[in-house]
């Protein structure tokens, strides 16, 4: 997003380009939306949005577990001749697709009593970043399965969404099953209103956004164009019986009357895509959904006038209690952590053909993988102890990266650990360590860092002795890396422990193109050359 201050800059002259506008109606929004679209794969590559937490290993299993209990609770009425759309809203980079469908699938191939068909559709709004999941060689092998579909979607206007594989628009006609939708880091940065609440009386917030342009392009914005947001409180109450969505009116007087004086946020934008979807799953809808946000009536007192939190963007947080009675006045209901969230909050949202309709099965799982065993305790825990890897025993090292799932951010950052503990290392340990490797390896989901896994994952099974894993991770790196000296090399020492020394020759004189200078391959040269003279 452009450079966005939170007062108007003294020194640089700024113009107002709409003053006293509800929240929920600003052009902030379209500001945010344009940001993305601009920056495509790159804003989380490159921008720093946060995506760490929420397309780990952990949670994608978290999610696999509850949406597979979901189904178990539906599947009398499941058709088995079509399929469950799982709907991602906001799936940014496709990490997380790609981790859940593993999750998924090999939950499904390892419990007989379900083999429902599923078709997992990842949407954005941004035509840049659809075009670069249709590209991408990892998901692929689920586009080929029939599983994964993608689909233009802009919560900011909710149009019909059409499958751009299978060229079919999902309506209530088409959709046969329950619904599951999947959304992290979205409600926070969709459009929120804003209330003060002062004697039992509802205030709007209002937003004026000032830019260093008297003329904003919101469809290509410059990068270096200043933009300022403030708050105000209108000068008038808002009357809550005005709200023409009855159930948010009932949110709106209860907040009014019980809470006291604070500024809540109401996710409105949040609440239209929750009706819109429990409209096309006819009342057999799973929402599940992860952020940074409020459960608790009691969390909503005393809150201070807002302002955004910028990070790659801006973004609020969210009121999950909103959401969570938004739901019952619809008829489904919120499910809330009982414990307090450390960081992320991770709620769903379930919604019934009939008001009796249980949901045990998701409620399990929801305990389990979220309340006892949860992403946001287990991302912080693990970031702290990877933090301070080097320290660690070989079995602890390998006890860390078996509680992240091998995610690779962690491989990477323990690997010159892995290595020093290598060689002391008990055989069930690097038999444990080579399963790592491969779990590790199956996790990955490139999206353009410069951190290079697969030269890493060649360095630690070479050092396990096991040459032929190690020359295809370094193969790939050279692919997916580029020509590398120390990268050539390693292919060059690979090739020769299995014996092919033709090509380990070739591969020793590609070195010394690179690096001249290199001690190792100048030393090693003479003697392939003469071993290839002998045979």
């Known amino acids: 997003m452009p450079n966005q201050e939170p007062s108007q800059p003294d020194a640089e002259k700024m113009y107002v380009l709409e003053s006293a506008v509800p929240l929920a109606r600003s052009m902030v929004w379209q500001l945010q939306r344009t940001f993305y679209a601009d920056q495509g794969i ?6 720093g949005v946060p995506q760490s937490i929420t397309t780990s290993p952990i949670i994608a299993r978290a999610y696999a577990r509850i949406v597979f209990g979901f189904l178990r609770d539906m599947h009398r009425s499941l058709d088995p001749d079509e399929p469950v759309y799982i709907v991602e809203l906001g799936a940014g980079s496709g990490r997380f697709a790609y981790r859940f469908l593993k999750a998924f699938t090999a939950l499904r191939d390892d419990t007989p009593d379900i083999h429902q068909r599923i078709t997992y559709v990842m ?143 109401i996710p409105r934008a949040a609440m239209a895509c929750i009706r819109y979807f429990k409209e096309l799953a006819r009342d057999r809808l799973l929402l599940v959904t992860s952020d940074y946000g409020i459960t608790r009536e009691d969390e909503l007192r005393g809150h201070e006038p807002i302002g955004f939190s910028v990070g790659g963007g801006f973004w609020l947080p969210v009121n999950f209690h909103a959401l969570g009675e938004f739901a019952r006045g619809l008829g489904g209901y919120g499910r809330h952590p009982r414990n307090r969230p450390i960081r992320l909050t991770t709620s769903m949202l379930l919604f019934g053909p009939e008001s009796d309709t249980t949901f045990t099965e998701t409620e399990l799982a929801y305990s389990d993988v979220i309340e006892h065993n949860g992403p946001d305790a287990l991302s912080l825990l693990t970031r702290a102890v990877g933090e301070h890897a080097v320290p660690l025993d070989f079995d602890a090292l390998l006890a860390l990266l078996r509680t992240t799932g091998w995610d690779s951010d962690y491989v990477l950052r323990c690997i010159p650990a892995l290595l020093e503990g290598l060689p002391t290392a008990e055989d069930r340990l690097r038999q444990e360590m080579l399963r790592g490797i491969q779990l590790a390896w199956e996790q990955y989901y490139p999206i353009g860092e410069s951190d ?3 030269f890493g994952l060649g360095v630690l099974s070479f050092n396990l002795a096991c040459h032929a894993d190690a020359l295809e991770f370094f193969e790939v790196s050279l692919r997916e890396y580029g020509d590398h000296p120390r990268t050539t090399l390693n292919v060059a020492l690979c090739l020769y422990h299995l014996r092919r020394l033709p090509q380990t020759l070739s591969m020793l004189d590609r070195t010394l193109e690179l690096d001249p200078a290199n001690e190792i391959a100048l030393e090693m040269r003479p003697s392939v050359a003469a071993e290839l003279g002998q045979s």
């Open 452 to 454: 290079d896994l697969p």
């Open 42 to 47: 790159a804003a989380w590559s490159q921008s």
């Open 123 to 265: 949407t954005d709004a941004s035509s840049s970043v659809v075009d670069y999941w249709r590209d991408n060689p990892r998901l692929q092998p689920f586009v080929a399965a029939g599983e994964l579909d993608y689909g233009h979607f802009d919560l900011l206007e909710l149009p019909p969404l059409e499958l751009l594989n299978a060229h079919v628009t999902l309506d209530v006609n088409r959709v046969r099953n329950p619904v599951v939708v999947l959304g992290n880091y979205i409600f926070d940065s969709i459009p929120q209103d804003a209330f003060t609440i002062k004697d039992s009386q509802l205030v709007a917030n209002l937003v004026t956004v000032s830019a260093s342009t008297p003329a904003l392009d919101l469809r290509a914005l410059d990068a270096k164009v200043r933009v300022a947001v403030t708050f105000a409180e209108a000068p008038q109450p808002t009357d809550a019986d005005a709200e023409p969505d009855p159930v948010l009116r009932e949110i709106l007087r209860s907040y009014r009357d019980h809470i006291g004086d604070t500024t809540v946020l």
